[in-house]
Protein backbone atom coordinates (compact mmCIF):
# COMPACT_ATOMS: atom_id res chain seq x y z
CA UNK A 1 0.00 0.00 0.00
CA UNK A 2 1.41 3.60 -0.71
CA UNK A 3 0.41 6.71 0.77
CA UNK A 4 0.14 9.82 -1.78
CA UNK A 5 1.54 12.93 -0.75
CA UNK A 6 -0.74 16.06 -0.17
CA UNK A 7 -0.96 19.15 -2.27
CA UNK A 8 2.18 20.37 -2.03
CA UNK A 9 4.54 18.24 -0.62
CA UNK A 10 7.05 16.21 -2.19
CA UNK A 11 6.45 12.87 -4.60
CA UNK A 12 8.16 10.18 -5.66
CA UNK A 13 9.42 9.80 -9.53
CA UNK A 14 10.07 6.84 -11.10
CA UNK A 15 13.47 6.57 -10.43
CA UNK A 16 13.37 6.86 -6.37
CA UNK A 17 14.10 10.92 -6.12
CA UNK A 18 11.94 13.58 -4.83
CA UNK A 19 9.80 15.58 -6.83
CA UNK A 20 8.88 19.40 -5.92
CA UNK A 21 5.37 19.68 -5.97
CA UNK A 22 3.93 23.12 -6.15
CA UNK A 23 2.87 25.18 -3.37
CA UNK A 24 0.50 27.98 -5.67
CA UNK A 25 2.99 30.96 -5.80
CA UNK A 26 4.17 31.59 -9.04
CA UNK A 27 7.57 32.85 -7.35
CA UNK A 28 7.84 30.05 -5.38
CA UNK A 29 6.69 27.53 -7.90
CA UNK A 30 9.48 28.46 -10.54
CA UNK A 31 12.56 28.48 -8.24
CA UNK A 32 11.16 25.10 -6.69
CA UNK A 33 10.57 23.76 -10.07
CA UNK A 34 14.76 24.88 -10.95
CA UNK A 35 15.84 22.98 -7.77
CA UNK A 36 13.83 20.30 -8.85
CA UNK A 37 15.68 20.60 -12.67
CA UNK A 38 18.82 20.32 -11.29
CA UNK A 39 19.51 16.76 -12.13
CA UNK A 40 19.95 18.33 -15.66
CA UNK A 41 22.62 20.84 -15.13
CA UNK A 42 26.16 20.60 -14.06
CA UNK A 43 26.73 20.43 -10.77
CA UNK A 44 28.98 23.57 -11.25
CA UNK A 45 25.75 25.65 -11.58
CA UNK A 46 23.83 24.28 -8.58
CA UNK A 47 24.82 26.64 -6.16
CA UNK A 48 23.86 29.50 -8.31
CA UNK A 49 20.51 28.03 -8.43
CA UNK A 50 19.91 27.31 -5.00
CA UNK A 51 20.95 30.88 -3.58
CA UNK A 52 18.59 32.41 -5.91
CA UNK A 53 15.97 30.10 -4.54
CA UNK A 54 16.84 31.07 -1.62
CA UNK A 55 16.71 34.81 -2.19
CA UNK A 56 13.19 34.16 -3.90
CA UNK A 57 12.05 32.22 -0.69
CA UNK A 58 13.68 35.15 1.53
CA UNK A 59 12.16 38.08 -0.31
CA UNK A 60 8.52 36.20 -0.36
CA UNK A 61 8.46 35.00 3.01
CA UNK A 62 9.60 38.85 4.32
CA UNK A 63 6.65 40.45 1.38
CA UNK A 64 3.77 37.65 3.51
CA UNK A 65 5.24 38.91 6.66
CA UNK A 66 4.89 42.73 5.97
CA UNK A 67 1.21 42.31 4.93
CA UNK A 68 0.16 40.44 7.83
Known amino acids: MSE ?3 D ?3 ASTDAG ?3 IGEVGLPE ?3 ALAEVGG ?3 RPVAEHVEVFERAQDT ?3 TLE ?3 DDG
Open 57 to 59: LRR
Open 17 to 19: SPA
Open 63 to 65: TSS
Open 28 to 30: IDA
Open 4 to 6: QPQ
Open 38 to 40: LTE
Open 8 to 10: GAA
